[in-house]
């Protein structure tokens, strides 16, 4: 036991050492990203069908190593959202969330456009003929059913995984609610964002109303294109802060989504997943309160092995993307 402690107190003082070291060097200090001939070398790479992800609306396949590529799949639909969808895209999240193969995800859409929103023709039993004998039970079943609807786009922030919604083309109605929540949006140039909900006489209702004034932050603007139904292009979506980045086409948006993707998944997992679940928890918090949930969160996290691994390679000028990291 004793000759334990002993090795564990040298292990501490050394990284101890080393951190003092780090902090010393100051801002000559540089911590280089992986490069960019690498991280194009792995957004080349030929996907390969994910066997655990079969659906009908969706078609999952494994980009690169530790990265998925959740495609809306139905493009003579212009990728309208089915009853299928309502029920894939939770149970696909849930699987990626639980798979420790998976350290970040890359979402877009088949064909010509994102996706149009919901398929009211295949959602009209649903919607206009719901279920009960009298307006009390009608309700309760709508209830439910707007509940579960919902679910289907929290489950992109409940995954600890980060989400890159790559957008092209048209983005509407219930497309606004899934892209915004996700933790990063990239578009092409020939995108459009629509919150299309009042042109069909109802209020969104599964996100966008709660979400798109977080993430852009202008209520006057979130209002006029929540009651006009009028179109956001990609010039003003990346302007509002909707999208944090505008490429020339689909192409070469998939291509950056990938790499930043590919960028990712180098670093520690324990470092990734748990800065998102922080994230979202602060934004639902006040800072003292997100404060505290950070000192429960890291009293154990800070544990990782990642951390040394990573203060080694900086102490011997190795690159970060060296280390090998454990899955999570």
Not at 2 to 30: E, I, K
Not at 102 to 123: L, Q
Not at 300 to 326: P, R
Request: proline letters at 4%; a neutral charge; glycine letters at 6%.
């Amino acid at each position: 036991m004793a000759a334990a402690l002993a090795v564990s107190h040298r292990l501490r003082d050394l990284l101890t050492w080393r951190l003092t070291a780090l902090t010393q060097l100051g801002p000559n200090l540089s911590l280089r990203p992986i490069s960019s001939s690498a991280q194009n070398e792995a957004s080349r790479a030929a996907p390969s069908e994910a066997p655990d992800h079969k659906y009908e609306s969706l078609l999952v396949t494994a980009a690169q190593k530790h990265v998925l590529h959740v495609q809306l799949n139905w493009p003579e639909k212009r990728n309208a959202i089915n009853k299928a969808f309502w029920k894939e895209m939770v149970e696909c999240c849930n699987k990626i969330a639980q798979d420790p193969e998976c350290w970040a995800v890359v979402g877009s859409g088949a064909g010509k456009m994102f996706t149009a929103g919901i398929d009211f023709m295949d959602m009209a039993s649903d919607l206009l003929q719901p279920q009960g004998d009298d307006a009390a039970r009608i309700s309760w079943y709508l209830r439910g059913l707007i509940a579960k609807y919902q679910e289907t786009f929290s489950v992109f922030e409940k995954c600890p995984k980060p989400v890159i919604a790559a957008i092209h083309g048209g983005c509407i109605g219930g497309g606004v609610d899934l892209i915004t929540a996700c933790d990063i949006r990239y578009c092409s140039q020939d995108a459009f964002f629509q919150v299309k909900e009042v042109e069909v006489g109802l209020a969104a209702d599964v996100g966008t109303l709660h979400r798109l004034p977080r993430v852009i932050g202008n209520h006057s603007l979130v209002n006029e294109l929540a009651f006009t139904a009028c179109k956001m292009m990609a010039d003003e979506a990346l302007g509002s802060g909707l999208v944090s980045r505008m490429f020339p086409n689909k192409e070469v948006m998939l291509d950056a989504a990938f790499t930043l993707a590919a960028d990712i998944s180098t670093k520690s997992p324990v470092a990734v997943q748990g800065t998102k679940v922080n994230l979202f928890y602060s934004r639902d918090h006040s800072v003292a309160e997100g404060l505290n949930y950070m000192t429960s969160w890291n009293m154990s996290m800070l544990q990782t092995q990642d951390i040394v691994k990573s203060v080694q390679a900086t102490m011997e000028k190795n690159e970060l993307k060296s280390v090998t990291v454990s899955k999570l």
